[in-house]
């Protein structure tokens, strides 16, 4: 099919980024279903979120149901030939996937069946993951479960953070989407079922998860950390405060003092798990501003020697 009305659905600025190739690529995308606009900081200013953005600076048309599942005739009015959903945050309902004559497709972070879910990023570090990647995937009613149209994989790196690995594998993604959308609307790709007895899930991220567990062990903790930094960043309590982590590293340092233990160490904040140490060099204590750990040590954290995290 020859230049196919193309709906795009996605929110976030990894979507976005397929949104992006799209565009450039010179695809004829007729419309941009994103979630509706939100209230974003202490000032509470409506913004658009990144989607929208894109869309509005390129003249589409966007539409921004409250909840898809109900409200999508006017998708259904731009009569697509084909639907692209990545990070659009909301079930898709089956009046939808069963319109488009090309079917509808998704584009996924991570190496399917593994982690299918909304959170597949955070939970491929903070799960001890080697390596992660994207898939391309026809869509079908059960969460990412459809067969697989291409994959490409991406090597997790021992210092990765969730934020790291993001914008790694937004440039996979566009360049495996790139790679793949023309054999989609062309119907010349070899689909391939999802195994089932590999499937893991990487459901998002709930409040429960963000306070360290020590019970993980040394590894453990450290994937937590830097799984959820720079959002919602794992924190853990000390005298009842709230500390959040915005950085952190491995050290060959051992110590004899228990689990949680807190003490500096050249301006980093020392962390004793299973008597190994791992050391903070950002953090953020509940009701201030993230800062690095010299102006934490010279102000709040003046007398934080020997203290032990909870």
């Known amino acids: 099919m020859e230049n196919p009305r193309i709906v795009f659905m996605g929110t976030p600025e990894f ?38 953005n894109t869309a509005v600076n390129a003249g589409i048309e966007v539409i921004q149901p409250i909840k898809i599942r109900t409200d999508y005739q006017a998708v259904l009015d731009l009569e697509p030939d084909l639907i692209v959903t990545c990070a659009y945050g909301q079930i898709i309902p089956m009046a939808l996937l069963d319109y488009p004559k090309l079917g509808c497709i998704n584009v996924h972070t991570s190496l399917l069946p593994a982690l299918r879910g909304g959170a597949p990023i955070q939970h491929a570090i903070i799960d001890g993951y080697d390596v992660t990647g994207v898939t391309v995937m026809e869509m079908s009613p059960k969460m990412d479960a459809g067969a697989i149209i291409a994959q490409r994989e991406c090597p997790i790196d021992i210092n990765d953070t969730y934020g790291s690995l993001h914008d790694k594998l937004i440039v996979i993604a ?15 790709y070899t689909p391939i079922p999802q195994a089932e007895e590999k499937v893991t899930y990487a459901w998002n991220i709930s409040k429960e998860e963000e306070k360290i567990d020590f019970t993980r062990g040394y590894m453990g903790v450290y ?47 020392a962390l004793v798990v299973d008597n190994r140490v791992m050391l903070i060099n950002s953090l953020q204590l509940e009701g201030r501003q993230k800062m690095g750990v010299r102006e934490f040590r010279n102000g709040a954290g003046r007398n934080w020697e020997g203290k032990r995290a909870e």
């Open 223 to 269: 994937n937590q950390i830097r799984g959820l930094i720079p959002a919602p960043c794992a924190y853990f309590l000390v005298e009842g405060k709230k500390v959040k982590i915005w950085g952190v590293e491995l050290s060959e340092m051992t110590s004899e003092r228990e689990t949680g233990s807190l003490f500096y160490h050249e301006n980093k904040l």
């Open 15 to 52: 979507g976005c980024a397929i949104l992006q190739e799209l565009l450039e690529e010179g695809r004829n995308v007729v419309g941009v279903v994103c979630q509706p606009d939100k209230l974003v900081g202490r000032r509470q200013v409506l913004t658009f979120p990144p989607a929208k």
């Open 174 to 188: 566009r360049e495996l989407f790139r790679d793949t959308i023309d054999s989609v609307i062309d119907q010349s």
